[in-house]
């Protein structure tokens, strides 16, 4: 029996140098403390910098007076509120323009991406024509445009645009009635919380029951009823606890009711109808993914069309539409820091620009920035994880 000249007698070990298990764990720590070393470098070079211009670290700065207005807070504020004041006004008006441009986006989205596959040439064209002109202009410029040349061209307060006398829009924004609440209001959302509640109760249990019977009841409208009914009856027995605060032309400017500022409403406009054109694309996208058997085996049943594409299309396409879905919320959420454009006080204009310009605090004030965004992106991505998981296939 002949022996290769280069082969290695059993339990023999290949030197270090050629294991590759071994020679990927040094690399790795080699990298790793590389990166360590060239952290600490600027950590230190900073410092250094810092100490030499007689600039303070940390976050005491948080608890100094800010000395400026805010024209939009959702919370108390004043001229003499804190820095920290200034970040939390700044992060809700953030998550404000971002939550409602969330749910605009989507509706226009879904709406535009199901007339572009209507029958009717005409709607199909017009969707088309929307998604191709919307997308193509950047964000920033049709921000301008809503801010610029269709709100900053309103009519002045005396010649405001009235509707029904309670509805006022002009150059300094939109007035609408605010309500007052009075003794035995909390009754209210009280009884919408619980008709939420039932109404998913409702839901659970009628998709069960047809699974196990083949019957089902129209809890869609049930519940609608439900939640729409009572409240109202609750509003009705404790006496309509709500007052309505109008507003009222005095003088230059309108008293009472609140205002929304045409700076909010150019930025939500552009974010919402710019990326519904993307999502638009992504539903109809997600929809012509189907199999048109599962459409032709709906239609042999003699459903309505607006059945199949509720109760067999929809479902299905979901399962294609969440994921880019959930970019193009995130993107969302990041270009409302776009608002600095116009002014709106979103958390960038109020705590990264005017604090960060008064205090000088500018790692504290931009470490927090990116964390908030991090966060909520985190958040977001997180909470469509969760639902593209509820709404997957499973295998059986």
């Not at 023999?12 to 790795?28: E, G, I, N, Y």
């Not at 535009?112 to 009717?120: D, K, M, Q, W, Y």
């Not at 809890?219 to 009914?229: E, K, M, Q, R």
Request: one cysteine or more; charged letters at 10%; aromatic letters at 10%.
């Amino acid at each position: 029996m002949s022996v290769r000249p280069n082969a290695r007698p059993a339990g023999h070990k290949p030197p270090f140098w050629r294991d590759r298990a071994k020679r990927a764990l040094v690399f790795q720590l080699l990298l790793t403390a590389a990166v360590a070393v060239f952290l600490l470098y600027i950590v230190g070079n900073v410092q250094d910098n810092l100490s030499a211009r007689g600039i303070t670290t940390g976050f005491g700065f948080l608890n100094n007076t800010a000395g400026f207005g805010i024209v939009q807070s959702l919370i108390d504020y004043s001229s003499q509120a804190t820095y920290g004041r200034t970040f939390l006004v700044g992060l809700l008006n953030t998550l404000l323009v971002g939550g409602l441009g969330v749910l605009a986006a989507t509706l226009i989205g879904f709406i535009v991406g199901i007339a572009r596959l209507s029958p009717n040439w005409l709607l199909a064209r017009m969707a088309t024509a929307y998604i191709e002109t919307f997308r193509n202009i950047p964000l920033l410029l049709q921000i301008f445009f809503w801010y610029f040349a269709v709100l900053r061209a309103l009519p002045s307060a005396r010649d405001s645009m009235a509707f029904g006398e309670v509805i006022f829009l002009n150059v300094r924004g939109l007035y609408l009635p605010e309500p007052l609440f009075e003794s035995g209001f909390g009754l209210i959302p009280a009884a919408f919380i619980v008709a939420i509640g039932a109404s998913i109760a409702l839901c659970v249990w009628n998709k069960r029951r047809q699974e196990a019977t083949g019957k089902r009841i129209p809890a869609g409208w049930i519940s609608l009823v439900l939640i729409l009914g009572l409240p109202l009856l609750i509003t009705v027995a404790t006496g309509v606890p709500i007052t309505w605060d109008v507003p009222e032309l005095r003088g230059f400017n309108f008293r009472g009711g609140f205002t929304v500022i045409p700076e909010f409403l150019a930025l939500w406009m552009a974010l919402s109808i710019y990326t519904a054109a993307f999502i638009a694309e992504i539903v109809r996208s997600g929809i012509q993914a189907i199999s048109h058997g599962q459409t032709e085996a709906a239609q042999a049943l003699s459903l309505p069309r607006n059945l199949v594409l509720r109760l067999v299309v929809i479902p299905q396409a979901l399962r294609v539409i969440i994921p880019p879905l959930t970019s193009q919320y995130l993107n969302l959420i990041k270009n409302s820091s776009l608002a600095t454009a116009i002014g709106y006080p979103d958390l960038v204009s109020v705590f990264a620009g005017t604090t960060l310009n008064q205090t000088g605090q500018a790692i504290e004030v931009i470490a927090m920035t990116m964390a908030v965004y991090l966060t909520i992106s985190l958040l977001v991505s997180m909470f469509m994880n969760w639902f593209n998981a509820r709404v997957a296939l499973v295998e059986r």
